[in-house]
């Protein structure tokens, strides 16, 4: 066999397309001690990792192997660096809700990034949204439950479209490290060919490493300046090694870096398996200007617990239950997590419940029973509960959105509940179609009133209004149940077997147990089928 090249403690020998164990030699390899030390890392491999890749010894392709390798063996442990730096940004704004038609970003879980030119497409009984989602090649998916937020999963307020000429900060490399530039192009596949300040050009720029700034404000100018700064610290250090200026530290000198420096050095034969799974010779060279800008980058990259939307949740023995619509592993169906570690709702009334390995979101009305900490049982809170109204789409609770008349309007669906001030002064109160407030018609049922909050009781329709009677009661969804928004002789949907099904409520009746219970009717069915079910398997015709 040909002699080969060998690592440096002579255990290993580099047979062109793998690392092998060395035959043996009539003497050891002398044993390389480092002139210099440098600390670069504080932790250890943390587990297997398996890569498919086989790379060549091009150095951006290798330095580009060695980042990512790192970024999964967590060699690069920031703890005990410099405070990570913050990109001054302006922070979106997340609203109190959406409407159909509403262009937005998702964050995709898969691609671990924000995705625009989504659109809201319908909104479900529990509070979630259903969103299409353009992929690459025309291709659209519909994610059918998600809420808002700013977590994967979740969708927030598109941002500004992106132009050429636009003044930005780019994630350079999607290391994590941003750096001032200019759009040149736009590609039909919404990726952006980028000049950046020093001369470098970055191509094919996904949408969501781009960031509209201030560019030239003393904030950004101070971030550039002290990342900048940072970076120069470390290619320095770096540059020990590098004795001829090339701007690259050969393989076998990190090989030693990360086995032979440090608190904690990786085993001889942690690295050398690393090397073998990226097709990386001893002979390869790294670019260590690259390298040092992804260290100074947030260290943001642990694992991302799955977040899972469920509805008809109810909480039990420490334990929740629900019907999930898309859980990583089990798909859609009953769920029952594991043993809860908290419990938080947001301001719109979302809850995150946490458990050991995964997320459960349950949206506003999602819960199949309402836990007793939930924020429609706080009386000082800010929902309301529509109830007894004829024109059954007005019924339901109703979560705080946008001001109108100097004070905040309400949303269930397609329905607000808003006050209006009228050109010759009155003030009125009003259910209304959301998607008709410019026109002459579209109001549901109106009470005259200048309160600050929507009144109780009142509630008419007239020749301006569309609603039918019974005329609806409206409360803190503290003080009412949902439960009474059906009534005998309503038209609703019934759930069965999983799906959807057009019903009649023959009859209501109130049980101490189980609260409201309906006896119902499936239309285009014999009574045979009539059976009694619970409001959690009932919601108002579409």
């Known amino acids: 066999m040909a002699d080969g090249t060998y690592s440096p403690d002579g255990k290993f020998m580099w047979t062109g397309t793998e690392w092998i164990p060395a035959p043996p030699k009539s003497t050891p390899v002398e044993e390389q001690t480092p002139s210099n030390t440098l600390n670069l890392q504080d932790s250890v491999m943390s587990g297997d990792i398996i890569h498919n890749t086989v790379i060549n010894n091009d150095t951006t392709a290798v330095t580009s192997a060695v980042i990512e390798a790192l970024r999964q063996l967590g060699v690069l442990d920031q703890s005990n660096s410099a405070p990570t730096l913050e990109l001054p940004l302006e922070e979106i704004k997340l609203p109190a809700s959406f409407q159909v038609g509403d262009h937005v970003e998702y964050f995709s879980p898969t691609n671990a990034r924000w995705l625009d030119r989504c659109k809201v497409v319908g909104i479900n009984d529990d509070g979630t949204y259903r969103i299409d989602v353009p992929y690459e090649n025309s291709i659209v998916q519909t994610k059918h439950a998600v809420v808002i937020g700013s977590a994967p999963g979740t969708i927030r307020p598109a941002k500004p479209p992106l132009k050429s000429g636009d003044r930005v900060l780019v994630d350079w490399k999607n290391y994590g490290t941003y750096y001032p530039g200019t759009i040149s192009k736009e590609y039909d596949d919404h990726t952006f060919l980028i000049s950046f300040d020093d001369g470098d050009v970055e191509d094919k720029v996904e949408w969501s490493r781009i960031e509209l700034a201030d560019v030239d404000s003393n904030e950004v100018q101070d971030f550039l300046l002290q990342q900048s ?23 076998q000198k990190y090989y030693e870096i990360l086995t032979q420096m440090g608190d904690s050095p990786l085993s001889e034969n942690e690295v050398m398996e690393e090397f073998a799974a990226l097709g990386i010779s001893m002979n390869a060279e790294i670019n260590y200007h690259d390298l040092a800008k992804y260290m100074v980058g947030p260290d943001e990259r642990a694992q991302v617990k799955a977040e899972v939307v469920i509805r008809d949740a109810e909480l039990r023995g420490g334990l929740l239950y629900g019907h999930a619509y898309a859980h990583p592993k089990l798909g859609e169906g009953p769920i029952q997590s594991s043993e809860i570690v908290s419990i938080h709702y947001d301001e719109r009334a979302t809850a995150h419940v946490e458990t050991q390995n995964t997320l459960y979101v349950v949206g506003p009305t999602g819960w199949k029973e309402i836990p007793e900490n939930h924020p429609f049982n706080d009386v000082n809170n800010q929902f309301y509960t529509v109830q007894g109204a004829g024109t059954t789409k007005c019924n339901g609770t109703y979560l705080p959105a946008t001001e109108f008349d100097g004070v905040l309007s309400y949303i269930n669906g397609d329905v607000l509940l808003l006050r209006w001030r009228m050109g010759n002064g009155d003030q009125w109160w009003y259910l209304a179609d959301r998607n008709s407030l410019d026109r002459k018609r579209g109001d549901y049922y109106r009470v005259k009133s200048s309160a600050d909050t929507p009144p109780r009781t009142g509630w008419i329709s007239d020749d301006q209004t569309e609603g039918v009677g019974p005329y609806p009661t409206v409360g803190n969804t503290a003080n009412q149940s949902l439960d009474s928004s059906f009534s005998a002789g309503q038209q609703i949907r019934v759930e069965w077997n999983g799906s ?3 019903g009649l409520i023959r009859e209501v009746k109130t049980s101490e147990e189980e609260g409201n219970l309906y006896h119902i009717h499936y239309v285009g069915f014999d009574s045979s089928w009539d059976e009694w079910v619970s409001s959690s398997r009932i919601k108002a015709s579409e």
């Open 500 to 502: 959807w099904w057009d």
């Open 229 to 251: 700064s940072e970076v120069e610290e470390l290619i320095k250090a770096f540059e020990i090694f590098d004795e001829e200026g090339k701007g690259t530290i050969s393989a």
